[in-house]
């Protein structure tokens, strides 16, 4: 199976610009999960989809909101860009076995200028 | 407040040595903690999964412990090889609360040969 796939892998935007980033989950996986990635604060969670909806939030600004469509696939949008806002957005994918396992893509490097 | 903590500061053994990275949490009652690693530039691989009612865990040379009264997971690495070296990611999941998965920082783990 292929694994989860992120796009772009790396982006540069300025202040005050907005930003979609894309995930596509491994092939049957339902639930996607997005994650900001600094190295001050580790990874921290924004939000999780199933079926298209809404599962979980994270304590993220309104921001930063997501969708997913029927295919599974899902984006990632941040609008109104602040510098902090630089990091790795990794997107995780989960199947729901039993061990809850979930599979990560390589992620974005979104740096703002 | 709730907190997971990892060690900060890397930890440097010898190849053969067995590595012990420590994850300590405050306030949570984890249904399950799960243990990931990363490595440069790339997404959290996942590596084992130790539930609330269990005490340790084994995959091959990987061994983890859970202990609810300390509040504590040990991960091990027996006879570590330079190839181990990377983040080791401590992940909670909650039993309560809206933001299910909780991440500890990591800890980076070098392997000298």
């Known amino acids: 199976k292929a694994g989860v796939t992120q796009t772009p892998r790396y982006l540069i935007k300025t202040r005050g610009q907005q930003v979609t980033l894309s995930c596509s989950p491994i092939?049957?996986?339902?639930?996607v999960s997005w994650y900001q990635q600094t190295p001050g604060q580790g990874l921290q969670f924004l939000f999780e989809?199933?079926?298209?909806?809404?599962?979980n939030k994270g304590n993220f600004p309104g921001r930063f909101s997501g969708r997913q469509f029927s295919n599974s696939r899902s984006e990632m949008n941040v609008s109104t860009l602040e510098l902090g806002d630089s990091a790795l957005y990794l997107c995780?994918?989960?199947?729901?076995?039993?061990?809850?396992?979930?599979?990560f893509g390589p992620g974005t490097r979104l740096t703002v200028l | 407040s709730q907190k997971i903590e990892q060690n900060s500061e890397a930890l440097n053994i010898q190849e053969g040595k067995t590595a012990t990275l420590t994850c300590n949490y405050t306030?949570?009652?984890?249904?399950?903690l799960q243990w990931y690693r990363q490595d440069p530039g790339r997404g959290p691989v996942f590596l084992l999964l130790?539930?609330?009612?269990?005490k340790e865990k084994r995959k091959e040379r990987l061994k983890v412990t859970f202990d609810t009264t300390l509040k504590q997971s040990l991960f091990h690495i027996t006879a570590s090889q330079p190839a181990d070296s990377a983040t080791y990611l401590c992940?909670?999941?909650?039993?309560?609360?809206?933001?299910?998965?909780?991440f500890g920082t990591g800890t980076r783990l070098l392997v000298s040969p």
């Open positions: 995780a994918s989960r199947g729901g076995g039993p061990s809850n396992e979930q599979f």
């Open positions: 092939s049957g996986h339902r639930s």
């Open positions: 989809y199933f079926s298209e909806t809404q599962r």
């Open positions: 306030n949570y009652s984890p249904a399950y």
């Open positions: 130790i539930r609330e009612n269990e």
């Open positions: 992940v909670l999941r909650r039993n309560t609360g809206f933001q299910k998965l909780v």
